[in-house]
C-alpha cells in the first residue's frame, strides 16, 4: 500500500501556481523545505502512527512518560531547525513565510498528528512571547522553545470553564519583581492540557490564564480580569515549580499528545511571570488565535488528505465485483465502480479544498501589514477552522467505507485517522463557538468591511472564470449563492442579536459552503491555465477541474437548505423545552 | 448522570398509540417484555458495556475466550426466553409479534450491541432453518438455538468475495446421506465471522454459503452456484467439525463480538447439510435478508437512541456560559443554550425517527401474507438499514459534540457508541449496495407496485395531516417532496440501466429522506391526536410536533440538492479517470 501522505504536485499547485509565493521567497528553499518534510515525515513521525496510538502517556512518579519514538522524532524536527523555520533572524529562525511552514507543516500532521501537536503548540506559545514578551522573557522562554530544546502549551480552560473563558479561577497573587518581569504565586486547575507534560523537552514553558485579586481579594468577572502568565515547569534556578500533574485524559484518539489535568499551587503558588500588562491576557490569546484555528484546520486538512490518499491506493489495489451488467471475467479494482469514484471524488473536494483553503488563510497571516488581508483572515478563520474540521471528518469517514470491513480494523490506519479527526471539531473552539464568531463578531459587529473585502475578492475570481468559457457559468452561481447568504444576513441584521444567533451553526455551513466554492472556483481557473505538457500533469489539470465541477454540482446546492431556518428565522430549536426532549 | 436507555413512553407510543400492535397481542404481555428487556439489558448488558471494548475477544489454542460478563448475561437472556419469544410454540417459542420483540430487541442493542449481536445472530440462523430445513434439521440444530444453547452465525464472506458473493469460492462436495439430509465436505476460507468462535455457547451453528462443484470439478460462476450448509463446530457425535479459527479482526468497535475469520476443511473437509436444493443459497439468504438488515437499521437507531438520551442528561448538568448579552451570575446548564438545543432536537429527528421506521418495518415482517406489506417491506429495507446506520451515526457524533472534550474521552460512553455504531453502514450490505438495491431491484427493475403502495400510504397520511390545520401545509410538503423525486425517476427510467445508477446514493439519500419526512408526519398526527391530560404527556406530545416539524425545516429541503446530480444524468464522478484523483 502507498504510504504518500499529501501530493506534491498538488502543495506545488497552491503554493506556486495558485499562491505565487515565489515572489517572496526563493523556490529552492520551498522545495528543500517541503523535500526534507516529506521525507522526516514519513521516515520518522509515520512509522510511531499506531504504536503512539496503543502505547499511551503514562503517568509516572517521575511525571508523564510518552511513546519513545515521539521523542526521537521531535529530536530530528528541532535538529533539522523545524522549530525555528517561521521565527525571525533575530530568534534564531529562518524567516520563511508561514504559508510555506503550515505546507511544511502539513507534511507531518498528515502522518502523526499526535506527535506534530508538540511544536504546533510550542511554536504557537514562542510566538506569543516573542510578540508580547520583554527582551528577557524572550530570551529565557521563547528561544529555548525555538531551538526546539524546551516545549510549551496553553493553559486555558479549567474543569469548570471550557468553552466559557469568563469563568476562570486560576489566581495569580502579585510577588515581587525580578530581571523576568512582575513575579506572580498561581493557584488552580487547568484541564486539557495537550503537552502539559511529557518526558522529551528538557523543560515546559506553560503559558497560563489567570486572574488577579482585586484590592478585596476577590477575583474579577469576565474576561477582561483574565491575564497571562510565563510559568515554567522548571524555574529559572533549576528547582521545579509548583505544579502537579494531577491526571491524564485518556481520548479516544489524539493519543500521542500527552493531554493534562494541571494543579498549580498546590504548595505556596506556582511562579509566574505576567505577559505584557494585566488584563490583556484574552486580547492577548485572540491575537494568536487566529494562527491556532488556522493550525486545527489544517491538521484536519491534512488527515483527511491522507484519508484520501490511502482510499485512492486501495480502491486501485481492491478488486470486487464486475460492473453492472457484466456476469462473468475476473473481478475489478473498485476504483472502477461509480459509487467508489462518487467516493473519492467526494475525498478529494474536502480534502485538496480544506488543504487549499488553509494554506490560503496561511499566507493572509504573513501580510500583516495588509488591513484589509487581516479583516479577510479574521473572517475566514472560523471557516477554515471548522469547515476543515467537519469536513475533513467526513472524508475520514468515506475512507472507513471505500476499506469496508477492513476499513473498520486497526490493521489499516483509516480508522485511526477518524478517530484522530473527531477531536477538531472540538479543541480551540467548538463549531458553536466558531458559528458565533463568525456570524456575531465578524458579521453582525463588523461594520460591513470584511464582508466587503471577501466580496471584492470572489468578483475577482468571478471576472476570471467568465473568460473561461467552462467555468464561467460557475462563476455565475457563485454570485448567486453570495446572493443568498447575503439575503439571509439583511434579514438577520434587522433582528434582536440574541435571535439573529439562533441558527448560527446553519449559517456557518452555508457560508462556508459559499467559500468553499470559492476555493474551488480559484483553483480551477487556475488549473485552467496550466500549460499541461505531459499526461500526469494534463490528469492533474483534469482532476482540479472535475473537482471544481463536482463542487458546485453536488455541494454548493445544499445553502439553500441551511439558509432556509436563518431566513425563517425559526425558533423551533431555541423555543423547546428542557421536556420536549 | 441518568443511565436511560430508551423512554419507554416513545416505544409505547410507537408501538400501541402508532402501529396499534394491541389489536394482535394482549397489552399485559408486551409490556411485561418490555419491563423485562429493560430491567435485564440495564442490570446485565449494561455493566460491562466499557468493559468488553477494553478486554477483547482472545484467540487461545482451546479457542476464542470473550469477556467473561458477555457468557452471564446471554445465560440470562436465554434463561428468561428471550432466544425464543419470536418464534412459534411449535419450535418452543413464545409466538410474540416480530415488531414486539424488535422493540424488546432495542433495549439490549442500546446497552450493549456487541453483546446483543449474539443473540441477533443466532435468531436469524434458527429462522432460517426453521423456514428451509427438514423437521430433523430443526430438532437437530434449531431448537437448541431457539433454546438460547447453541448460538449461530451466517458464513457469508470471504477474504477476496465481501460485496461480491459471486466470488465465493468455499467448496462443498457431497459426501453421501444420513437422518440429517444430503452431507458435503466443505473446505475455504469465511471471513468477517460474527460470533465464529466463543466459549459461551455450547455449540455453534453455521450457516455456509458454499459451492457445488459441477461434474468437472470446477466451481458454478456467479451466484446462482451458491448453496447453503449447516456446518456445526461440534458434530452430532460429539466430535469437532473440522474448522480451525484462523484469526480475529481487530475491529474500531463492536468488540465484545468476537469476528474471525474461520478455515474450513483443513484436515479433509468440514462436515455440512445441505439445507433445501442446491443453488437456492442466496435466495434462502435474501429470504432472511430484509429482517437482517432491519435488524442492523434498528442497532443503529438504538445507540443513537442512547446517545440521545445520554446527551439530555449531560446537558441538564453541565454548566457552562450564559445566555448572550448576560454578563454575570452563575453559569447556565448548557441545555438552555440555542446551539445546543439544535443540536438535541437533531438528535431527536435522527434517533426517534430511525426507531419509529425500523419498527414500522418490523410490523411489515409480521404481516407476510399481505402482498403489498411485503412490496413496502422490500422498498423500505434499504432506508430503514441506511439512514438509521448514517443518521444514527450523526446523532452518536452530535452526542460527542454536546460533551465537549468530556465526550473525546473514553471516561464518558458517547466515544464508544459512535465507534460501535461505524460498523453499521458497512455490514450487511454497504451503503453503497443498499443504494443499488433501492434504486435498481426495488424500483427500476420492478414493475412500479412497491412505489404505489408507499404512494398509498403516504397519501393517507397526508389525507389525515390535513384535517390537523398545524401539520396540513407539511402534507402539502411531503407531497412536493414525492414529486421530486418522482420526476427524478422519471429521468432516470428513460436511461440505461448502467447510467442510471451512477448516481444511486445521493438518490438513497434524497429518497430516504423522504420516507424519514413521512414517518415524522405519521408520529405528528398521531401524536396530534393524544389526550394528553398531565404536563408530562403533554410536553411528550409537543416534542414529537415540535420534532416533525424541525425535521421538514431542516432536513426536508436537502432533497433537492441531492436530486441534482441524479436529474443531471450527472457522469462527473462516473466519468472520473483513476489519475484525476
Request: glycine share 10%; aromatic share 8%.
Amino acid at each position: 500500500m502507498s504510504a504518500t501522505l499529501l501530493v506534491r504536485r498538488d502543495i506545488d499547485f497552491i503554493l506556486h501556481d495558485w499562491l505565487k509565493v515565489g515572489g517572496a521567497i526563493d523556490r529552492e528553499a520551498v522545495d528543500g523545505l517541503l523535500d526534507l518534510s516529506e521525507k522526516l515525515a514519513s521516515e520518522q513521525f509515520l512509522p510511531h502512527f499506531k504504536r503512539a496510538d496503543i502505547e499511551e502517556p503514562e503517568l509516572t512518579p517521575d511525571g508523564v512518560r510518552v511513546c519513545p519514538p515521539i521523542g526521537d522524532a521531535l529530536g530530528s524536527y528541532a535538529e533539522l531547525g523545524l522549530f525555528s523555520a517561521s521565527f525571525r533572524e533575530e530568534f534564531g529562525g529562518l524567516d520563511l513565510p508561514h504559508v510555506v511552514c503550515q505546507a511544511s507543516f502539513a507534511y507531518f500532521a498528515a502522518a502523526n498528528i499526535a506527535t506534530a501537536a508538540y511544536p504546533m503548540l510550542t511554536v504557537a506559545n514562542a510566538r506569543l512571547i516573542t510578540t508580547f514578551g520583554t527582551p528577557e522573557q524572550i530570551e529565557k522562554f521563547a528561544l529555548p522553545e525555538i531551538a526546539g530544546r524546551w516545549f510549551g502549551t496553553m493553559c486555558l480552560s479549567e474543569p469548570q470553564a471550557g468553552s466559557s473563558l469568563a469563568d476562570i479561577r486560576t489566581r495569580a497573587d502579585a510577588d515581587g519583581e525580578d530581571d523576568l518581569g512582575h513575579r506572580y504565586r498561581l493557584t488552580g486547575n487547568k484541564m486539557w492540557i495537550s503537552g502539559g507534560d511529557q518526558d522529551v523537552s528538557e523543560n515546559i514553558v506553560h503559558l497560563v490564564l489567570a486572574k488577579v485579586p482585586a484590592a478585596d481579594g476577590r477575583l474579577p468577572e469576565g474576561t477582561e480580569g483574565l491575564s497571562l502568565f510565563i510559568v515554567p515547569k522548571v524555574l529559572p534556578d533549576g528547582a521545579r515549580n509548583d505544579i502537579v500533574v494531577a491526571g491524564l485524559n485518556h481520548k479516544m484518539g489524539y493519543r500521542g499528545t500527552a493531554n493534562c489535568l494541571l494543579n498549580f499551587g498546590e504548595n505556596g503558588g506556582a511562579l509566574g511571570w505576567l505577559v505584557g500588562k494585566p488584563g490583556q491576557g484574552l486580547r492577548q490569546m485572540f491575537h494568536m488565535m487566529n494562527e491556532a484555528r488556522i493550525g486545527v484546520g489544517l491538521g484536519a486538512a491534512a488527515l483527511a488528505y491522507r484519508s484520501y490518499r490511502l482510499s485512492v491506493a486501495y480502491a486501485r489495489e481492491r478488486t470486487q465485483g464486475r460492473a453492472i451488467g457484466v456476469r462473468s471475467g475476473p473481478p475489478v479494482p473498485i476504483i472502477t465502480h461509480p459509487d467508489v469514484k462518487r467516493m473519492l471524488l467526494t475525498q478529494k473536494i474536502y480534502a485538496e479544498g480544506a488543504l487549499a483553503l488553509c494554506l490560503y488563510c496561511a499566507q493572509l497571516v504573513d501580510r500583516a501589514d495588509d488591513p484589509e488581508s487581516m479583516l479577510l483572515l479574521g473572517l475566514l478563520t472560523p471557516v477554515a477552522k471548522t469547515w476543515s474540521s467537519e469536513y475533513g471528518l467526513a472524508a475520514c469517514d468515506l475512507a472507513i467505507q471505500i476499506h469496508g470491513g477492513y476499513g473498520y480494523t486497526r490493521d489499516f490506519d483509516v480508522e485511526q485517522l477518524w478517530r484522530d479527526n473527531r477531536l477538531n471539531p472540538i479543541h480551540e473552539g467548538t463549531t458553536g463557538i466558531q458559528a458565533t464568531d463568525l456570524l456575531g463578531r465578524k458579521i453582525l459587529r463588523d461594520d460591513g468591511q470584511a464582508l466587503k473585502a471577501l466580496f471584492a475578492t470572489m468578483q475577482g475570481t468571478i471576472a476570471r472564470a467568465s473568460s473561461v468559457p467552462a467555468l464561467a457559468p460557475r462563476g455565475i452561481e457563485l454570485d448567486q449563492a453570495w446572493c443568498a447568504v447575503s439575503a439571509a444576513l439583511a434579514v438577520l441584521k434587522d433582528r434582536a442579536p440574541a435571535k439573529a444567533m439562533d441558527n448560527a451553526t446553519p449559517f456557518l455551513w452555508a457560508f462556508g459552503h459559499l467559500v468553499m466554492a470559492w476555493v474551488w472556483l480559484e483553483q480551477a481557473c487556475t488549473a485552467a491555465h496550466l500549460e499541461g505538457q505531459t499526461a500526469d500533469e494534463r490528469a492533474f489539470q483534469e482532476g482540479k477541474l472535475r473537482a471544481c465541477h463536482f463542487f458546485f454540482e453536488t455541494e454548493l446546492p445544499k445553502i439553500d437548505a441551511w439558509l432556509t431556518s436563518t431566513t425563517s428565522l425559526s425558533d423551533l430549536a431555541s423555543a423547546a423545552s428542557e421536556n420536549h426532549f
